[in-house]
């Protein structure tokens, strides 16, 4: 039997592994042989981690949350608009990284719509992000940077739009919309807002 140090050793190798999967075919590429390719492993050996794909594609899940999570964010030198904008800028694809943590995310969403505890996982994790650009919109409401006309749930929701906007469009398009066009587009944006006051 072999040791626990193994087992953890390589369940860390298979979830490397499986980011790798991730990053370069996204959720739909995602399969028991890819891993193990990627591995250099059989695929019996995955089986004493994942009996079918649904249970790979929910330990992926879980990988990329983590991932996302545990990635260092810019932070804001001053609450309001100016973390409002620091907040939309951590979910642009402006690095090669960034670009690689967004594919993933953009093919779990099919992958997500068709299973209903991972859809319920991603619209969770909607609810929190709006959440927390809604509570910047607020205090740039307070400062008066913003408007209070529009209620700041509804700003959030249009914020959030319009970065995930340019997340896709800088996926499929990004000699068009490199880093410094992403954040012109995006400052364009915020600009709109405070031309609303």
């Known amino acids: ?25 996204g959720f739909d590429g995602l399969t028991l042989r890819a891993v193990a390719t990627e591995m250099g492993a059989s695929t019996g050996l995955l089986t004493h981690y994942f009996q079918n794909k649904r249970d790979l594609v929910r330990y992926a899940h879980e990988i990329a949350a983590e991932r996302t999570d545990t990635h260092p964010l810019l932070e804001a030198d001053e609450p309001g608009l100016a973390a409002l ?3 939309l800028v951590n979910v642009l694809p402006l690095t090669q990284e960034a670009a690689a943590m967004s594919r993933v ?14 859809r319920e996982a991603q619209r969770a994790r909607y609810e929190r992000w709006r959440g927390r650009l809604q509570a910047c919109v607020e205090a ?16 959030a929701v249009e914020a959030a739009a319009v970065a995930h906007g340019l ?3 800088a996926l499929f398009d990004p000699d068009r919309l490199p880093a ?8 364009n944006f915020l600009s709109g807002l405070t031309s609303r006051r």
């Open 180 to 187: 410094d066009r992403q954040l012109a587009l995006l400052d």
């Open 140 to 155: 740039a409401q307070a400062r008066g940077e913003l408007t209070r006309e529009t209620p700041a749930a509804d700003v």
């Open 1 to 25: 039997m072999p040791a626990k140090g193994d087992h953890v050793s390589r369940r860390a190798d298979v979830a490397a592994a499986v980011w790798r999967v991730l990053a370069s075919r």
């Open 167 to 169: 997340v896709v469009q």
């Open 105 to 118: 995310w953009v093919s779990f969403w099919d992958a997500a719509l068709g299973d209903e505890s991972l």
């Open 85 to 87: 904008r620091v907040a």
